[in-house]
């Protein structure tokens, strides 16, 4: 990982800085930043746009979120180093890249099948072989490796998808953006030992989760 994260070293460092400035403060989190080369993962078209914090184009009309997202999302998390997570929309795999770094076992599904292979090959080209990935429709979830301590999703859905939230372990959480395809509020859903607590975060605007528990495509 040495070699690609001595290139645009200046630009990454800045990005940092614009992430503490829009409030985030979890050191562990802006470290990940720092250890994950996010031009290796948008097009070479837009590696010269890796850094700024904005959404950008990542080809099948799908885009690699806003780092502020992430950040938002792993800050919320709050995760030890020891969880279990299962990320719904692997996209460009630049957030399954920092969650290997703040989590222990990190589990993607992606939808489009050739997104799912350019994430394969960004992650291998970082050094990172330990993420468990699949095609398919997310929404399911995927219970064969669960109950998760994390679950993200990627996308925006109509409602939160009930598989999603029947995986979670006691203590897990799940983050989801719901609302309308224009549109979301961010809810998490914890799991307690005597039910569910829904809590509404920041409004967001993502592309659509497409799937049995989504929206139809
Ligand atoms: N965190 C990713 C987000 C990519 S955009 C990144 O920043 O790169 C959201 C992704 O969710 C897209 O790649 C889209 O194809 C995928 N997606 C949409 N519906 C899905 C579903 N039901 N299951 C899995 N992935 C899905």
């Given at each position: 990982m040495a070699a690609p994260l001595r290139q645009f070293a200046g630009a990454?460092?800045?990005?940092?800085?614009?992430?503490?400035?829009?409030?985030?403060?979890?050191?562990?989190?802006?470290?990940?930043?720092?250890?994950?080369?996010?031009h290796l993962f948008v097009p070479?078209?837009?590696?010269?746009?890796?850094?700024?914090?904005?959404?950008?184009?990542?080809g099948h009309a799908q885009t690699i979120s806003q780092p502020w997202v992430h950040a938002k999302y792993l800050e919320l998390l709050a995760l030890t180093g020891r969880e279990r997570v299962l990320e719904i929309g692997t996209g460009s795999g630049f957030q399954t890249a920092l969650l290997t770094r703040l989590a222990s076992q990190v589990f993607s599904?992606?939808?489009?099948p050739a997104l799912a292979e350019e994430a394969r090959a960004a992650l291998g080209a970082c050094g990172i072989a330990h993420v468990v990935q699949r095609v398919g429709d997310g929404t399911l979830g995927w219970p064969e490796h669960g109950p998760y301590d994390a679950i993200l999703v990627g996308?925006?859905?109509p409602d939160v998808p009930q598989p999603l939230?029947?995986?979670?372990?006691?203590g897990?959480?799940?983050?989801?953006?719901?609302?309308?395809?224009d549109e979301q509020v961010l809810l998490r859903v914890r799991r307690t030992e005597t039910g569910m607590t829904r809590t509404r975060l920041d409004a967001m605007r993502f592309v659509p989760?497409?799937?049995?528990?989504?929206?139809?495509?």
């Open positions: 990454r460092r800045r990005l940092i800085e614009e992430l503490q400035g829009k409030g985030i403060a979890d050191l562990a989190v802006l470290k990940a930043f720092d250890d994950v080369p996010r070479s078209g837009v590696q010269h746009r890796a850094y700024e914090d904005a959404p950008l184009p990542i599904i992606e939808r489009i996308a925006a859905s939230v029947d995986q979670l372990a006691v897990g959480q799940l983050l989801v953006p719901v609302g309308g395809r989760l497409i799937g049995a528990h989504g929206f139809s495509s």
